[in-house]
């Protein structure tokens, strides 16, 4: 290939990158002017992902991971007792599965079920016994009638009809939840979805400054009236109160509302307009009665490029008849140094001028684990919170170990508090017996093991 056929080479494909970042442009101007609550979506995400990036512990993106196709494990370990509330749910399985264990040095009670698009699942297993069943959404309706928990059935565990018909509607819903067929029809889900629709949304390409630094920013706007605010109100108080009213005190009361309320709210999406990521989100909000002004003035600012941005940071401001009060927290990007990361944060509240601070100083040590956050007021006064983290290939966990005043008591007394998140998924429950089979003789059995389990693992007189 000689020189002038690299030369035709590199301007074509200089013209071809050009291309396709103006039709990246195209696309991304397009979402602001036509869908902007998309454009949000997508710079939400594209801001999570460049934070996630530079997350040292290593959890961000496994706690992701977990909570999209694996399990997530909430733990409290205790001196007598351990408690662990556990979720998981995979697309690939289209299952999704909840339960609860208690452990102590009696034994372990796990209580858990699954669901997927044709059956509910459930099991329950103990020191002595061990109990599967589910439920079958096609079937349920007519087999639920002539059960022993049927209306007629003649059995101790007959339903009355307003139970039996609520369970049916029950199992309906979820079944319609599970395999994504529910619809809303219900007044009160076409009333929020009026109030969605009529949320006022612009979208708008200006040059905002964002932590000091000049930028282009596509702007995406959601605002709410006077005129909705005060159906919303009214709706609500209506559906509070509305049983206490007469008609005409009714219409009396809700006239003096409309009236005497005027109120008005925004909600700012800063975007920056060439890596679309989040920059800002701003909050606005005035409420007028006849005898109270207040304003609310809020702000998250990651940074005109948040995936380079020093520090996050909130500010809130509420004025209520002249008198204001604010709060504003800046978390610092953490620095590494010999393997160990250090991140820090000032805090700041202003009321009635008086002005309280406070900071944080959050260490985490990689080679070890260990997780340290010191919070101080202005006064000197510190608590130290002490964890561990554990990341690999399986998944992550962080523990909370200890909280230590500045006086050195232990404020948990013992108890140890763990969130995990595996990569895979818990299978689902395995159940072999349909639930609406079961016998009296069978239910009877049944609670009487499950009460001496329980009472077995609470260590309780039986």
Not at 327 to 336: I, P, Q
Request: overall charge negative; proline content about 1%; aromatic content about 8%.
């Amino acid at each position: 290939m000689n020189i002038n056929t690299l030369k035709k080479a590199s301007a074509a494909a200089a013209a071809a990158i050009v291309g396709l970042s103006l039709t990246g442009c195209t696309n991304y101007k397009k979402l602001l002017e036509n869908e902007p609550g998309k454009y949000v979506s997508i710079a939400a995400k594209n801001t999570a992902k460049a934070l996630i990036s530079t997350d040292e512990l290593g959890i961000a993106a496994q706690a992701a991971s977990a909570l999209e196709s694996g399990a997530a494990y909430i733990t409290v370990d205790s001196e007598d007792m351990d408690y662990s509330v556990y979720f998981s749910g995979s697309e690939k399985s289209e299952y999704q599965l909840g339960g609860l264990s208690m452990s102590s040095d009696k034994g372990t009670l796990d209580m858990r079920f699954s669901a997927d698009k044709q059956r509910l699942s459930a099991s329950v297993t103990g020191p002595t016994a061990d109990h599967s069943y589910f439920v079958d959404y096609d079937s349920f309706a007519d087999k639920l009638d002539s059960s022993v928990f049927g209306v007629n059935s003649g059995s101790r565990y007959a339903l009355d009809e307003d139970t039996v018909n609520s369970i049916k509607e029950a199992i309906e819903s979820a079944k319609a939840e599970i395999n994504g067929t529910k619809t809303d029809n219900s007044d009160d889900d076409n009333k929020y979805s009026e109030y969605i629709d009529r949320i006022g949304i612009s979208s708008q390409t200006a040059d905002i400054s964002v932590a000091g630094e000049d930028v282009t920013a596509d702007i995406v706007t959601y605002s709410i009236d006077s005129v909705l605010f005060d159906d919303i109100m009214t709706d609500f108080y209506k559906e509070s109160y509305g049983d206490y009213y007469s008609e005409e005190e009714w219409d009396q009361f809700e006239q003096q509302l409309r009236d005497s309320l005027d109120a008005q709210m925004s909600l700012d999406f800063n975007i920056n307009s060439r890596t679309h990521m989040l920059m800002s989100v701003t909050i606005r909000g005035s409420f007028t009665s006849e005898d109270n002004t207040a304003d609310i003035f809020g702000e998250l600012v990651f940074g005109a490029k948040p995936d380079k941005s020093d520090k996050i940071s909130l500010y809130l401001n509420v004025t209520d008849n002249g008198s204001s009060e604010s709060f504003s927290a800046d978390l610092f990007k953490g620095v590494t140094t010999d393997g160990t990361t250090v991140w820090n944060a000032v805090y700041s509240l202003t009321e009635n001028n008086e002005i309280k601070t406070a900071n944080s100083t959050l260490t985490y040590v990689k080679d070890t684990g260990a997780l340290t956050m010191v919070m101080t007021d202005g006064e000197g006064s510190s608590v130290s919170v002490n964890c561990s983290v554990i990341s690999g290939a399986d998944g992550a966990e962080i523990s909370l170990d200890s909280i230590t005043s500045s006086e050195g008591e232990n404020l948990m007394d013992g108890t140890k508090i763990s969130v995990r998140f595996a990569k895979e998924p818990i299978p689902a429950v395995s159940a072999d017996k349909d639930f609406l089979d079961i016998t009296e003789e069978e239910l009877d059995a049944m609670g009487e093991s499950f009460g001496k389990d329980f009472e077995t693992v609470l260590g309780l007189e039986y």
